[in-house]
């Protein structure tokens, strides 16, 4: 096990997602917690659908005003959905997604917890769409994400070219890395208030439609709605589409 505290600085308002969105991080040993304050999330009834955003376009928008789906040239698609907590949690809400999401990357679920050799310890070179982490044998980590960073130093070594790495912040919320030089899983949840998670499954080997990276991003007040941003990309490069999904959301929810 890979762990690293939180570091001062914390969340950066509008980049704090390894799933979807660019800006930095820095994690460094026995730093206490600290997390900027975010802007307040909006409840919203309908969602906007614009005709584009930057390099996603419209394919459809269902008549509620619940749904609608982009698209990209390389065959990215995205899905954004406004959903009802009808009284629950988010947990209660996502999980079913991110049941789906493997379905289309199974290569990561499976390679992100598979087991690895025990030589070489503490040196791990994982390269997958959009996601890079390397550590080296002085204890060192890093992991980069669709253009944020995430550095540290090991404090308890793993076994070669596997990586799982906690950042906790307040209580459960923070960020969970399983992964291999196969595929890898990632939890974010940016703590504050309403729900501020992402979710990512990035493999090396495509699943049965082409994808080699699926995920969500999903904003809202506690108690609801919130709006889900699913994305199933193709290529190897997301930091564009990483953008134009986080715009997409907070046009729609703000935070």
């Given at each position: 096990?890979?762990?690293?505290?939180?570091?001062?600085g914390?969340?950066?308002?509008?980049?704090?997602?390894?799933?979807?969105?660019?800006?930095?991080?820095?994690?460094?040993?026995?730093?206490?917690?600290?997390?900027?304050?975010?802007?307040?999330?909006?409840?919203v009834?309908?969602?906007?659908?614009?005709?584009?955003?930057?390099?996603?376009?419209?394919?459809?928008?269902?008549?509620?005003?619940?749904?609608?789906?982009?698209?990209?040239?390389?065959?990215?698609?995205?899905?954004?959905?406004?959903i009802?907590?009808?009284?629950?949690?988010?947990?209660?809400?996502?999980?079913?997604?991110?049941?789906?999401?493997?379905?289309?990357?199974?290569?990561?679920?499976?390679?992100?917890?598979?087991?690895?050799?025990?030589?070489?310890?503490?040196?791990?070179?994982?390269?997958?769409?959009?996601?890079?982490?390397?550590?080296?044998?002085d204890?060192?980590?890093?992991?980069?994400?669709n253009?944020?960073?995430?550095g540290?130093?090991?404090?308890?070594?793993?076994?070669?070219?596997?990586?799982?790495?906690?950042?906790?912040?307040?209580?459960?919320k923070?960020?969970?890395?399983?992964?291999?030089?196969?595929?890898?899983?990632?939890?974010?949840?940016e703590?504050?208030?309403?729900?501020?998670?992402?979710?990512?499954?990035?493999?090396?080997?495509?699943?049965?439609?082409?994808?080699?990276?699926?995920?969500?991003?999903?904003?809202?007040?506690?108690?609801?709605?919130?709006?889900?941003?699913q994305?199933l990309?193709?290529?190897?490069?997301?930091?564009?589409?990483?953008?134009?999904?986080?715009?997409?959301?907070?046009?729609?929810?703000?935070?």
């Open positions: 096990m890979k762990s690293f505290d939180w570091a001062s914390g969340w950066a308002t509008g980049a704090a997602s390894l799933v979807l969105a660019g800006g930095a991080l820095a994690l460094s040993a026995c730093s206490p917690p600290h997390r900027h304050a975010a802007a307040p999330l909006r409840t009834s309908t969602l906007i659908c614009p005709d584009t955003q930057g390099d996603l376009t419209r394919k459809s928008a269902a008549a509620d005003g619940k749904t609608c789906v982009y698209g990209t040239s390389a065959g990215d698609q995205v899905t954004l959905q406004l009802s907590l009808d009284g629950g949690d988010a947990r209660a809400a996502l999980d079913p997604i991110e049941t789906q999401l493997k379905t289309e990357v199974p290569a990561a679920v499976v390679a992100g917890a598979s087991a690895a050799g025990d030589t070489d310890k503490d040196r791990v070179d994982i390269n997958l769409p959009g996601i890079h982490i390397h550590a080296n044998g204890g060192h980590a890093d992991v980069d994400a253009g944020v960073h995430v540290g130093h090991d404090h308890d070594g793993d076994s070669d070219d596997r990586a799982d790495i906690q950042v906790n912040g307040l209580g459960s923070g960020v969970t890395v399983n992964a291999d030089k196969g595929g890898a899983q990632i939890h974010v949840d703590g504050g208030s309403g729900v501020r998670v992402h979710y990512i499954l990035a493999s090396e080997t495509p699943g049965p439609h082409g994808y080699r990276m699926a995920g969500y991003e999903a904003r809202g007040p506690a108690g609801g709605p919130i709006v889900v941003a994305v990309a193709k290529s190897d490069h997301q930091d564009d589409l990483s953008h134009d999904i986080h715009a997409l959301v907070s046009r729609n929810v703000g935070g």
